[in-house]
């Protein structure tokens, strides 16, 4: 029987394979495995492995010449600008041996050249050493080039996220105008769940493969034979690549261990992405404080408060941040798990109860103090291990998270949380009493540039509750994916576009107004400053977002059962959000009810087709998810921290003792949502860097 322990310890593994090649080398990695890394161990796993040293994946970079082993580790594929810079590293250094590792699978870099997948051993990576030897300068010198699926990350027991995916997004109304423009109008789709997976762009298809590919090879390494299922029509593509994948064809046949996987598109459900109900610890301190550099799950944690360095403007740069991945101490593991899935008070108060016990075990002089917590109060513990050394180095992990909640209760942004709180609640509300026009219009007065008459005259804390730009957007995402469930309007279309130029015009003042751009803001407009943005960019780039927005309210046209995650007030209880991956859980858990036709049962092949065959004159029953002891759900697009309870107390409730584990691209921020469907490389990423 496998266990929870075993499917975390996959991307453990993988890296076993990298660290068996580092040994007296120097190593080049690009950001989006160095963050698989830092959740597997980190950089010192790498030394303690035998490397010499860890340097960033640039052409900036180079070795002395008495470092003769370089070892290069990319998440992309060998062409292109990950090419350009492992040459510039090369020629710069005076390396004898190189090894050249690369997270995509040698059957897509033969996908890549347009070459048969079926062609026997591994020529592109043997063309590429003989490159390596040219570079270095002698062909007898050593190169080897191998692949290592490094994709996956273990955040918790029930998490696994994959950075070097983190921009895969599902496909939205704007993407099949795209794929249409470069077809035939005869052989045009209709709608986005009419793609299939040759029809989409050659890059988001090499991705889809990179995917899939990492997913056999943890399925391979758990011996896990897997039925797929899929919601949404980019998992519908990617749950077809899987069955058809010809390793996992083969795996199957042999495989001891059964399991279910459900792929689900995050456009199935925004509402709970983008909204701020989440009653988790963990889901605000990655909203307020800032992304580690160049990671996109992990964020930075000032350590001043257990230096002696005095706090300044420019202090933030003198001690390097702390961060959320703890892996080495199991009691900091338990801590992390608690306040990844534990409501927000009750991890607040496991916060201070590992700090306490933390303090207590170094006989640390502790003022023990009840009721609430607070920022001051966790600060006060925290310091205590100021003058400590060989305390501070054994619970650091404990004072890195502790430092990490009181960082986010007293941050100024908080305060606008609960703001959007409230004014979702209201729109909530709104929506089963009034068409969509309506209840859009609400929205208009809050967009008023920041620091206005009244918020000047009223004092700076009422400046922390206005919404800005972002708070904004992320309610308009929160509204159009609920559009649907509104009346339907008297007035036709034509209110509806008068109102969303007006949205667009105040929206386009407030982001002008800005003194400066916040990273959603840069990515939405292409600028890094206000000195670069015009108004008429600015107006020209909300157009687009609103083009994106009018598309969202259509996500679940397609689904015949699962169609609504609204109930309207009855007069006794108020309208609420009803999320989707409970209502597929209670589809999965319940056995008493019919077969749901929208969760899409992938693993075709022979059998699946006489079942069906047969199912026309007698009964056969199709697999269903919920028939195996184990399932994993794949959230495309990222999983927030509060569906992960979701999951875990809702299992709990329908089966307790079932084994679920979550996978997913990412682990989100609600202002994530936004610059994943504003982006303009969802259908072109960029996988040869």
Same mark, same amino acid.
């Given at each position: 029987?496998?266990?929870?322990?075993?499917?975390?310890?996959?991307?453990?593994?993988?890296?076993?394979?990298?660290?068996?090649?580092?040994?007296?080398?120097?190593?080049?990695?690009?950001?989006?495995?160095? &963050?698989?890394?830092?959740?597997?161990?980190? +950089?010192?796993?790498?030394?303690?492995?035998?490397?010499? =040293?860890?340097?960033?994946?640039?052409?900036?970079?180079?070795?002395?010449? =008495?470092?003769?082993?370089?070892?290069?580790?990319?998440? #992309?594929?060998?062409?292109?600008? #990950?090419?350009?810079?492992?040459?510039?590293?090369?020629?710069?250094?005076?390396?004898?041996?190189?090894?050249?590792?690369?997270?995509?699978?040698?059957?897509?870099?033969?996908?890549?050249? =347009?070459?048969?997948?079926?062609?026997?051993?591994?020529?592109?990576? &043997?063309?590429?050493?003989?490159?390596?030897?040219?570079?270095?300068?002698?062909?007898?010198?050593?190169?080897?080039?191998?692949?290592?699926?490094?994709?996956?990350?273990?955040?918790?027991?029930?998490?696994?996220?994959?950075?070097?995916?983190?921009?895969?997004?599902?496909?939205?109304?704007?993407?099949?105008?795209?794929?249409?423009?470069?077809?035939? &109008?005869?052989?045009?789709?209709?709608? *986005?769940?009419?793609?299939?997976?040759?029809?989409?762009?050659?890059?988001?298809?090499?991705?889809?493969?990179?995917?899939?590919?990492?997913?056999?090879?943890?399925?391979?390494?758990?011996?896990?034979?897997?039925?797929?299922?899929?919601?949404?029509?980019?998992?519908?593509?990617?749950?077809?690549?899987?069955?058809?994948?010809?390793?996992?064809?083969?795996?199957?046949? #042999?495989?001891?261990?059964?399991?279910?996987?459900?792929?689900?598109?995050?456009?199935?459900?925004?509402?709970?992405?983008?909204?701020?109900?989440?009653?988790?610890?963990? $889901?605000?301190?990655?909203?307020?404080?800032?992304?580690?550099?160049?990671?996109?799950?992990?964020?930075?944690?000032?350590?001043?408060?257990?230096?002696?360095?005095?706090?300044?403007?420019?202090?933030?740069?003198?001690?390097?941040?702390?961060?959320?991945?703890?892996?080495?101490?199991?009691?900091? !593991?338990?801590?992390?798990?608690?306040?990844?899935?534990?409501?927000?008070?009750?991890?607040?108060?496991?916060?201070?109860?590992?700090?306490?016990?933390?303090?207590?075990?170094?006989?640390?002089?502790?003022?023990?103090?009840?009721?609430?917590?607070?920022?001051?109060?966790?600060?006060?513990?925290?310091?205590?291990?100021?003058?400590?050394?060989?305390?501070?180095?054994?619970?650091?992990?404990?004072?890195?998270?502790?430092?990490?909640?009181?960082?986010?209760? !007293?941050?100024?942004?908080?305060?606008?949380?609960?703001?959007?709180?409230?004014?979702?609640?209201?729109?909530?509300?709104?929506?089963?009493?009034?068409?969509?026009?309506?209840?859009?219009?609400? *929205?208009?007065?809050?967009?008023?540039?920041?620091?206005?008459?009244?918020?000047?005259?009223?004092?700076? !804390?009422?400046?922390?509750?206005?919404?800005?730009?972002?708070?904004?957007?992320?309610?308009?995402?929160?509204?159009?994916?609920?559009?649907?469930?509104?009346?339907?309007?008297?007035?036709?279309?034509?209110?509806?576009?008068?109102?969303?130029?007006?949205?667009?015009?105040?929206?386009?003042?407030?982001?002008?107004?800005?003194?400066?751009?916040?990273?959603?803001?840069? =990515?939405?407009?292409?600028?890094?400053?206000?000195?670069?943005?015009?108004?008429?960019?600015?107006?020209?780039?909300?157009?687009?977002?609103? &083009?994106?927005?009018?598309?969202?309210?259509?996500?679940?046209?397609?689904?015949?059962?699962?169609?609504?995650?609204?109930?309207?007030?009855?007069?006794?209880?108020? +309208?609420?959000? !009803?999320?989707?991956?409970?209502?597929?859980?209670?589809?999965?858990?319940?056995?008493?009810?019919? $077969?749901?036709?929208?969760?899409?049962?992938?693993?075709?092949?022979?059998?699946? *087709?006489?079942?069906?065959?047969?199912?026309?004159?007698?009964?056969?029953?199709?697999?269903?998810?919920?028939?195996?002891? *184990?399932?994993?759900?794949?959230?495309?697009?990222?999983?927030?921290?509060?569906?992960?309870?979701?999951?875990?107390?809702?299992?709990?409730?329908?089966?307790?003792?079932?084994?679920?584990?979550?996978?997913?691209?990412?682990?989100?921020?609600? #202002?994530?949502?936004?610059?994943?469907?504003?982006?303009?490389?969802?259908?072109?990423?960029?996988?040869?860097?």
């Amino acid at each position: 029987m496998l266990t929870a322990e075993d499917f975390t310890q996959f991307p453990l593994l993988v890296w076993e394979k990298v660290f068996a090649k580092v040994k007296k080398a120097v190593v080049f990695m690009d950001d989006r495995c160095a &963050e698989a890394l830092h959740w597997s161990g980190g +950089a010192a796993a790498l030394l303690e492995a035998g490397a010499r =040293n860890l340097k960033q994946f640039s052409s900036f970079e180079a070795c002395g010449e =008495n470092e003769p082993k370089a070892v290069f580790v990319v998440s #992309t594929l060998l062409k292109g600008r #990950t090419v350009d810079i492992i040459k510039d590293i090369i020629s710069l250094s005076n390396f004898q041996y190189c090894v050249v590792i690369t997270a995509v699978p040698h059957s897509v870099h033969l996908f890549a050249n =347009n070459v048969s997948s079926e062609m026997g051993g591994n020529p592109v990576f &043997e063309q590429f050493e003989e490159k390596l030897c040219e570079w270095m300068g002698n062909m007898n010198y050593t190169a080897e080039v191998m692949h290592a699926p490094v994709g996956f990350a273990s955040v918790s027991q029930q998490l696994l996220v994959a950075p070097t995916f983190a921009q895969l997004f599902p496909l939205l109304p704007p993407d099949l105008e795209s794929i249409n423009a470069k077809r035939p &109008e005869k052989k045009r789709f209709g709608t *986005l769940n009419d793609l299939d997976g040759q029809s989409l762009p050659v890059e988001l298809q090499m991705e889809i493969k990179c995917l899939v590919s990492v997913l056999n090879s943890m399925f391979d390494a758990l011996g896990l034979k897997e039925e797929s299922f899929a919601v949404g029509p980019m998992s519908r593509i990617i749950a077809g690549e899987l069955a058809n994948h010809s390793q996992a064809r083969n795996r199957r046949k #042999t495989a001891p261990n059964k399991a279910s996987i459900i792929f689900i598109d995050r456009t199935m459900d925004l509402t709970g992405a983008v909204g701020h109900h989440g009653d988790n610890l963990v $889901e605000r301190i990655l909203t307020v404080l800032n992304p580690l550099p160049g990671h996109v799950t992990d964020v930075q944690v000032d350590m001043l408060e257990l230096t002696s360095v005095q706090k300044t403007p420019h202090s933030q740069n003198t001690v390097a941040p702390g961060c959320l991945a703890q892996t080495q101490s199991s009691s900091v !593991r338990v801590l992390w798990e608690s306040m990844l899935t534990s409501k927000h008070k009750e991890a607040l108060m496991e916060v201070r109860r590992h700090l306490v016990e933390a303090a207590t075990k170094e006989k640390l002089p502790i003022k023990m103090s009840m009721g609430r917590v607070t920022p001051e109060q966790l600060c006060s513990y925290v310091k205590l291990f100021r003058t400590n050394w060989e305390a501070l180095e054994s619970h650091c992990g404990v004072l890195q998270l502790g430092l990490a909640t009181a960082q986010m209760l !007293r941050h100024p942004s908080l305060a606008r949380w609960d703001s959007c709180l409230a004014f979702e609640r209201l729109l909530l509300q709104a929506l089963g009493d009034s068409d969509f026009p309506a209840v859009l219009r609400q *929205l208009l007065p809050l967009m008023k540039p920041r620091g206005g008459e009244k918020s000047s005259s009223s004092g700076s !804390r009422l400046r922390e509750d206005e919404c800005g730009p972002d708070e904004l957007i992320l309610l308009l995402v929160y509204l159009y994916s609920l559009a649907a469930e509104a009346q339907q309007a008297d007035t036709g279309e034509e209110e509806l576009e008068k109102l969303e130029r007006e949205l667009i015009g105040a929206l386009t003042l407030v982001i002008t107004q800005e003194t400066e751009l916040s990273p959603l803001l840069q =990515n939405l407009t292409g600028c890094a400053t206000p000195d670069e943005l015009s108004t008429e960019r600015a107006h020209s780039a909300v157009e687009k977002m609103f &083009e994106t927005l009018r598309g969202l309210s259509h996500m679940r046209d397609h689904l015949k059962q699962l169609r609504s995650v609204y109930t309207a007030s009855d007069g006794v209880h108020q +309208a609420t959000y !009803r999320p989707f991956l409970r209502q597929i859980l209670e589809e999965v858990f319940q056995p008493d009810r019919p $077969e749901c036709p929208d969760i899409e049962h992938m693993s075709g092949g022979l059998t699946d *087709l006489l079942k069906t065959g047969f199912s026309m004159f007698m009964k056969v029953s199709r697999p269903r998810p919920g028939d195996n002891p *184990l399932l994993f759900f794949f959230l495309v697009g990222g999983v927030t921290p509060s569906e992960l309870r979701l999951i875990k107390d809702t299992v709990s409730s329908l089966k307790p003792g079932t084994q679920v584990l979550v996978l997913s691209t990412r682990l989100l921020r609600p #202002t994530d949502i936004p610059e994943l469907l504003f982006s303009t490389q969802r259908l072109h990423p960029d996988i040869s860097f």
